[in-house]
């Protein structure tokens, strides 16, 4: 039987390819592209990897902090929620849980768009 690759396995392969073409046989411009396109590239695999409710858990994360009825159609939206509602002093006797509801939501967009600036006690 064939091994059959999945979408992360077939985006890394990718990013591999285009990182080590970047690296060995391209230089100036398409260098440049070449290595944005593989990082781009593994942002999306660790996206995969992160699972499909991976957005879900930072609006649960926040859902307590928002006022009851707010119903924010995009991550957009649901930022600006809860930063008027921080700006207006409304969360100010949360603070504790609010940090920590944002430091979680911090390390699970940085473990995706560069797991390199995590700090050493926030890495998988």
């Known amino acids: 039987m064939q091994h059959v690759p999945d979408a992360a396995g077939l985006v890394q392969a990718v990013a591999e390819w285009l990182d080590g073409l970047g690296r ?26 992160a699972g499909p409710n991976w957005h879900a858990r930072d609006r649960a994360a926040f859902a307590g902090f928002l006022t009851t009825g707010t119903t ?33 939501y911090t390390v ?9 600036y995590l700090l050493p006690e926030d890495r998988p």
Do not use: M, W
């Not at 060995?24 to 990897?49: K, M, Y």
């Not at 699970?108 to 390199?116: C, G, L, T």
């Open 24 to 49: 060995t046989s391209l230089t100036g411009t398409d260098r440049f592209h070449a290595l944005v396109a593989s990082n781009a590239l593994r942002i999306v695999e660790r996206e995969l990897q």
């Open 72 to 104: 924010a159609a995009d991550d957009a939206e649901l930022a600006t929620s809860l930063a008027r509602r921080i700006s207006a002093g409304d969360l100010d006797d949360q603070v504790p849980e609010l940090l920590a509801a944002l430091h979680g």
């Open 108 to 116: 699970r967009r940085v473990s995706v768009d560069n797991p390199k």
